[in-house]
């Protein structure tokens, strides 16, 4: 015999989400539709996207010279730009640079050459970065290049050879015709011809070369292979241009030893500091240590 279930009644029909609207009533929208484009009832709007990140600033230097810009390094060359900007550096300060530069050669040469290349090349550079740096010099700063004994004069000794070498292929003809035959006037004239052409153009190739080696050394605290290195690789990118540029600051700094010598001590402080603004262009500003 079935059992019969007694009767359920059904059960009351779900009201829509959204009532119908009434007569003359816009119908109201489905706040219960998902998608990507469904409004949401009483949210907030999406926020606005975050500003772009603002690029990184410069290193500063001591004095807030920013250390970027040409500062980083810009790897041109130019000439006229690093006289310029070499002259601006000293300018202010020429009693300084000049006395300087007079009590470095004169040390220089009471010792026979042994503290020149700290003093007078390590020394005035650091002096000159110092100015840049700092915005102030001092006749003692050149004292500062006795950081850089070691390196300098171990860069000396590795530079002589190349340099009596050079200087054997530019004067050995002459000395060679006057030994030999003295009265002849054609072979004396030939042997100066070379000496002029040959020797000069192998003497401002060297010098291009070796241009940042001592820079390199005031700046970094930096042995000397590694300053002979970096110089070579940036004078390898522009040899012609290199070359122009030695040549032109030997002329500077002999125009000065014409002028009775005095001119010597603003030409000479005025082409060390050209060329620290030339070693900036090409190494940057950033790293620069003067104080160690």
Request: charged fraction near 10%; include cysteine; glycine fraction near 10%.
């Amino acid at each position: 015999m079935e059992q019969q279930l007694p009767d359920v009644p059904p059960a009351p029909p779900v009201p829509p989400a959204t009532p119908p609207p009434l007569e003359g009533e816009a119908p109201a929208e489905d706040v219960t539709a998902v998608g990507p484009t469904a409004p949401v009832a009483g949210a907030y709007p999406a926020p606005p996207p975050p500003p772009p990140l603002a690029p990184p600033l410069s290193p500063m230097s001591p004095l807030g010279v920013d250390m970027g810009g040409r500062y980083a390094g810009t790897g041109e060359v130019d000439l006229g730009g690093w006289l310029t900007r070499g002259w601006e550096t000293i300018k202010d300060d020429l009693v300084a640079f000049g006395v300087a530069t007079l009590c470095a050669g004169l040390l220089g040469l009471l010792t026979c050459g042994v503290l020149a290349p700290a003093l007078t090349s390590c020394g005035m550079a650091m002096m000159a970065f110092r100015k840049i740096l700092y915005g102030q010099v001092e006749i003692g700063n050149f004292w500062d290049g006795m950081k850089r004994f070691v390196p300098a004069i171990l860069a000396l000794l590795l530079l002589i050879i190349p340099a009596l070498l050079i200087q054997g292929v530019s004067v050995g003809p002459g000395l060679a015709v006057a030994a030999i035959d003295p009265n002849n006037q054609g072979l004396m004239m030939a042997a100066n011809l070379w000496n002029m052409g040959i020797g000069t153009v192998l003497q401002v190739v060297f010098q291009a070369a070796i241009l940042f080696v001592f820079v390199h050394i005031a700046a970094r605290n930096v042995g000397p292979i590694e300053a002979l290195q970096a110089s070579w690789d940036v004078f390898r990118r522009n040899p012609l241009m290199f070359c122009l540029v030695t040549f032109v600051y030997q002329i500077v700094a002999s125009l000065g030893a014409i002028a009775c010598l005095v001119g010597l001590f603003v030409t000479a402080p005025l082409v060390m500091a050209a060329t620290v603004h030339a070693y900036i262009d090409h190494f940057g500003l950033q790293g620069v240590d003067i104080e160690t």
